[in-house]
């Protein structure tokens, strides 16, 4: 009887001893992630008035570059950073939190792609030739949008490039945003429509 006493206080000891383990183990996790932001939240920050060209020798450089791989989106890229950071980070685990981080990056590459279409015009430029572009003009859609918009463009012309470049952006848009795209025109349609048979009631009264 003694002996069982011993060992179900031997296993209470032991369950007490695991539960500040596994808080402290939670505590640092908590720590670690908080400094991981707080470090993204500083690089944004330098970025984003590198683009403004104040962020000194070294920002500028990093600015220079960023344009080269991104275009335009490069003035926007520090943000999508740290919000997307802090949505993974409060998302942790959750299955549509992460398509929606891969939608949201795919929706950024075909945005660039977008701004080369419009920046190239009839001929589209070679990845090589946005890159320089975009970082010497910074604008344009960098690295990123010259190699979908030169290899798209070399398999299904200019046309079918913008076609594949818009859908592509729609069907992103509908993975954030978890809303139908057509069921929103369905929606729109009906409300036209009951707001026409309205007005012709109405004009069916006066008469």
Same mark, same amino acid.
């Given at each position: 009887?003694?002996?069982?006493?011993?060992?179900?206080?031997?296993?209470?000891?032991?369950?007490?001893?695991?539960?500040?383990?596994?808080?402290?183990?939670?505590?640092?996790?908590?720590?670690?992630?908080?400094? !991981?932001?707080?470090? /993204?939240?500083? %690089? @944004?920050?330098?970025?984003?008035? #590198? $683009?403004? &060209?104040?962020?000194?020798? =070294?920002?500028?450089?990093?600015?220079?570059?960023?344009?080269?791989?991104?275009?335009?989106?490069?003035? !926007?890229?520090?943000? /999508?950073?740290? %919000? @997307?950071?802090?949505?993974?980070? #409060? $998302?942790? &685990?959750?299955?549509?939190? =992460?398509?929606?981080?891969?939608?949201?990056?795919?929706?950024?590459?075909?945005?660039?792609?977008?701004?080369?279409?419009?920046?190239?015009?009839?001929?589209?430029?070679?990845?090589?030739? #946005?890159?320089?572009?975009?970082?010497?003009?910074?604008?344009?859609?960098?690295?990123?949008?010259?190699?979908?918009?030169?290899?798209?463009?070399?398999?299904?012309?200019?046309?079918?490039?913008?076609?594949?470049?818009?859908?592509?952006?729609?069907?992103?848009?509908?993975?954030?945003?978890?809303?139908?795209?057509?069921?929103?025109?369905?929606?729109?349609?009906?409300?036209?429509?009951?707001?026409?048979?309205?007005?012709?009631?109405?004009?069916?009264?006066?008469?």
């Amino acid at each position: 009887m003694a002996t069982k006493r011993r060992t179900s206080s031997n296993k209470s000891t032991r369950r007490k001893s695991n539960k500040p383990k596994a808080e402290d183990i939670r505590k640092a996790e908590e720590f670690r992630t908080e400094l !991981i932001l707080w470090g /993204i939240i500083a %690089v @944004g920050a330098l970025l984003f008035i #590198s $683009n403004f &060209g104040i962020g000194g020798v =070294v920002g500028n450089a990093v600015s220079s570059f960023l344009f080269g791989i991104f275009g335009v989106v490069a003035y !926007i890229f520090p943000i /999508i950073l740290i %919000v @997307g950071s802090f949505f993974a980070v #409060s $998302n942790k &685990g959750n299955l549509f939190a =992460v398509v929606k981080l891969i939608a949201g990056c795919i929706f950024a590459a075909f945005l660039c792609m977008f701004v080369t279409l419009v920046t190239s015009g009839d001929t589209i430029m070679t990845p090589l030739e #946005s890159f320089k572009y975009s970082m010497e003009h910074k604008f344009g859609g960098g690295i990123i949008g010259g190699c979908l918009a030169y290899f798209i463009g070399q398999a299904f012309d200019i046309a079918g490039a913008y076609i594949i470049d818009i859908i592509s952006l729609i069907i992103c848009l509908v993975c954030i945003t978890g809303k139908s795209a057509i069921q929103g025109f369905k929606d729109s349609g009906q409300k036209v429509y009951a707001s026409a048979k309205e007005s012709n009631e109405r004009y069916q009264e006066y008469r």
